[in-house]
Antibody, heavy 122, light 106 residues
């Protein structure tokens, strides 16, 4: 049974960089059958896809965030990370990591972390 | 489909059938997935590949997708099904979520 656990600093200053890490257990981030994703949810609002990474290191980002976003793999520690630069209050959200089966023309999320709230405020 | 539209809310009486729709341009040409999210919890996958149920999801959850609309159907709705529901599709390589529907079991 795969488990995903997010960790992050809970408070980030405006214009600074937001960093979140997802520790994976019960599976490997080098498993080629899955992609590893980030999704966020502002308080009281819906889900927003941020981006995902394959075991190859190939990444795909939400076009609205692409210029500020980096997703990376840490194979030695079996985790993946998100960095979002130049943050504003609009980036305040619960950040979820998730695993997605790689099935050709199908992409969905079969396992999610519990989420971590990141607040952007001075 | 770059944008998915869901009704903000749906109400259903216990034991009745609830239907939640998700509309998007040519959505029927893609695969739709559905997630259930209860308050303060992460989303849970309830339907993938239009109509398949993951292990552990009750049979009362079913899905369909045709034309421009995917539909999540909950038969014999129970109080425990009260939650927010999100549809999701993959417009390669972009992933899109619907805005979410709050299901109220009255």
């Amino acid at each position: 049974q795969v488990q995903l656990q997010e960790s992050a600093s809970g408070l980030v200053m405006p214009s600074q960089t937001l960093s979140v890490t997802c520790a994976v257990s019960g599976d490997s981030v080098t498993n080629g059958f899955y992609s590893w994703s980030w999704i966020r949810q502002p308080p009281g609002k819906g889900l927003e896809w941020i981006g995902y990474i394959y075991q190859s290191g190939d990444t795909y980002y939400n076009p609205s965030l692409k210029s500020r976003l980096t997703i990376s793999l840490d194979r030695s520690n079996n985790q993946f990370s998100l960095k979002l630069t130049s943050v504003t209050a609009a980036d305040t959200a619960v950040y979820y990591c998730a695993r997605g089966p790689v099935l050709g023309d199908l992409q969905y999320f079969d396992s999610w972390g519990q989420g971590t709230l990141v607040t952007v405020s001075s | 489909s770059s944008e998915l539209t869901q009704p903000p809310s749906v109400s259903v009486s216990p034991g009745q059938t609830a239907s939640i729709t998700c509309s998007g341009d040519k959505l029927g040409n893609q695969f739709a997935s559905w997630y259930q999210q209860k308050s303060g919890q992460p989303p849970v996958l309830v339907i993938y590949q239009d109509s398949k149920r993951p292990s552990g999801i009750p049979e009362r959850f079913s899905g369909s997708n045709s034309g421009n609309t995917a539909t999540l159907t909950i038969s014999g709705t129970q109080a425990m099904d009260e939650a927010d529901y999100y549809c999701q599709a993959w417009d390669s390589p972009i992933i899109v979520f619907g805005g979410g529907t709050k299901l109220t079991v009255l």
